[in-house]
């Protein structure tokens, strides 16, 4: 059993927590910006604690594991005044799990070193349901000894996690991951449209295409609820947006070309203009409904 610090309960964090106290049998204090949900987090995984700030929840702890919103606020939360790298011990492990970029990522782990700590960028992949299952992919940049130590806590909600290189490699590889997942997405919608509008059984029709290559977890997990025009089952369009700038920012500054992901993230902020911000990234299909619009 390990002395667990977890920073950040929102979709993701609050079940990955949890797995790390009931899957895991870890001593685990958590800190959430909104103290209601730390004291419900509470409630729901008997036997976890919560804690004021992340420097008080990170006091004496091993591990830290972060899930919050971006940049900024995963400096506040690490090297910001009450963060718990004013509290941690030589030698402890900090594992961020925001999607963030790879320049803050590479930023923490120098201050980390700075002050004898570790720090491991790793994002996730699999989105709430996957959190919620433990079945989520984790993608780490960071020392080998750190990730080793920390890969075991992992498991307790990952079905792989991988340290693909060092410090920002993890970050980079999130950022691959949400390229293709974009051009996945509008693929999918553009051909769920066509289908319909061609007056075919979609059901029949995913149920062939999907045993051949184009095959997909997307079309898998949501043909049908997009088909159905049900966008409350994952991601949030306005956190792929979020997501997107950075890969965008990221592909500026390597040279690397990157069309199609412009252009849908310029399709997911036409969505954001319809109101659809809080739909999950399957929603783009509402653009083909109305195109003119």
Not at 50 to 61: C, Y
Not at 228 to 241: E, L
Request: overall charge negative; proline content about 4%.
């Amino acid at each position: 059993m390990a002395k667990v610090a977890w920073i950040g309960l929102g979709v993701m964090g609050f079940p990955m927590a949890g797995h790390l106290l009931m899957r895991g049998g870890h001593d685990v204090t958590v800190y959430n910006r909104t103290a209601a949900k730390a004291a419900a987090w509470a409630t729901a995984y008997p036997g976890g604690r919560t804690a004021p700030t992340p420097a008080e929840a990170a006091r004496g702890a091993e591990f830290v594991f972060a899930c919050v919103g971006n940049d900024d606020d995963l400096r506040a939360v690490t090297a910001g005044p009450d963060g718990a790298f004013q509290t941690l011990g030589s030698g402890a492990v900090f594992i961020d799990h925001t999607t963030a970029s790879a320049e803050v990522a590479r930023e923490l782990y120098a201050k980390a070193q700075a002050r004898g700590l570790f720090f491991i960028d790793a994002p996730v992949s699999g989105g709430q349901a996957g959190a919620e299952k433990g079945q989520l992919a984790v993608m780490c940049g960071g020392d080998p000894e750190a990730f080793e130590r920390a890969q075991p806590l992992m498991a307790t909600y990952a079905k792989l996690a991988s340290l693909i290189g060092p410090s920002g490699s993890g970050q980079l590889t999130k950022m691959v991951n949400q390229i293709a997942i974009a051009g996945l997405v509008q693929g999918l919608s553009e051909a769920i449209n066509f289908a319909e509008r061609a007056g075919l059984d979609v059901e029949g029709v995913i149920g062939i295409i999907s045993k051949g290559a184009a095959q997909s977890w997307q079309m898998e997990n949501r043909w049908a609820t997009m088909h159905a025009r049900q966008f409350d089952f994952g991601f949030a369009v306005d956190w792929m947006r979020k997501d997107l700038g950075i890969c965008l920012a990221e592909a500026k500054r390597c040279g690397a070309a990157v069309p199609v992901a412009e252009l849908v993230d310029g399709y997911y902020a036409d969505v954001q203009a319809r109101g659809g911000g809080r739909y999950d990234t399957s929603s783009l299909i509402v653009r083909l409904d109305d195109p003119k619009s």
